[in-house]
């Protein structure tokens, strides 16, 4: 079954630490994303990847980072430095082709604590 | 930057009732605008798009209109289900190579579909 997996699906932060959220895919796409979402609003892109050791912040990258050294794979990780990072995050990915939507995972719900 | 407002934030309908959803974007150079579901706790999932040299696309009971001209797209759903209720987001991209799941959302509309 081709898709995308997002894991976990709860995390729970301290304050002041840093955490890794992890996104697979195997629809072998070579663009990936991320997003968050935050209650009541639309999604907003934080960081996105076309091509394997290449990647580019989006609208809201501040206090995050993140890493694309395999195709399948696009990790964040929330840092210390993000002011609010408790949020709902959704990784997605697409391909130029016939069928080019992007698909998303179930995502990531991450709490500060 | 693009800048995708959506319109009304809440729809409530009978079933059986048609539904419509409106959105503007501000970016003329956007070229592709879909529409996402999003069920309580899941991942958005595609319903239907369209690309910016087609006005009108149809799937079933739902279908979307756009007008370049006036920038905006709308999504129409007819003989609505309890189980079309959901969270539904319409998007704008330029598109193009791997850019289409470059997006940028609208705020979105929580439809409830009423038996």
């Known amino acids: 079954d081709g898709g995308i997996t997002q894991s976990p699906k709860y995390l729970f932060r301290k304050e002041g630490q840093n955490v890794t959220l992890s996104c697979e895919q195997n629809l072998n796409h070579d663009a990936m994303y991320w997003y968050r979402q935050d209650p009541g609003q639309g999604l907003r892109l934080i960081y996105y990847?076309?091509?394997?050791?290449?990647?580019q912040k989006g609208d809201i990258a501040e206090g995050y980072s993140v890493s694309r050294e395999k195709k399948e794979s696009f990790p964040l990780t929330v840092t210390s430095a993000q002011k609010n990072p408790t949020a709902f995050y959704l990784c997605?990915?697409?391909?130029?082709?016939?069928?080019?939507?992007?698909?998303f995972g179930q995502g990531t719900r991450l709490t500060v604590v | 930057g693009e800048n995708v407002e959506q319109h009304p934030s809440t729809l409530s309908v009978q079933e059986g009732d048609s539904a419509v959803i409106k959105c503007t974007y501000s970016?003329?150079?956007?070229?592709?605008f879909p529409w996402y579901k999003q069920e309580l706790g899941k991942g958005p999932q595609l319903i239907i798009d369209?690309?910016?040299?087609?006005g009108e696309k149809k799937d079933q009971r739902i279908a979307v209109t756009l007008n370049k001209t006036a920038k905006h797209f709308s999504l129409h759903i007819t003989e609505t289900q309890p189980e079309d209720s959901a969270v539904y987001f319409c998007?704008?991209?330029?598109?193009?190579?791997?850019?289409?799941?470059?997006?940028?959302f609208g705020q979105g509309t929580i439809l409830t579909v009423h038996p």
């Open positions: 970016d003329s150079a956007s070229n592709y």
């Open positions: 998007a704008a991209s330029k598109g193009g190579g791997t850019s289409y799941g470059k997006l940028t």
């Open positions: 369209i690309r910016s040299n087609v």
């Open positions: 997605a990915s697409s391909q130029q082709g016939a069928r080019t939507e992007a698909f």
């Open positions: 990847s076309q091509i394997v050791n290449d990647f």
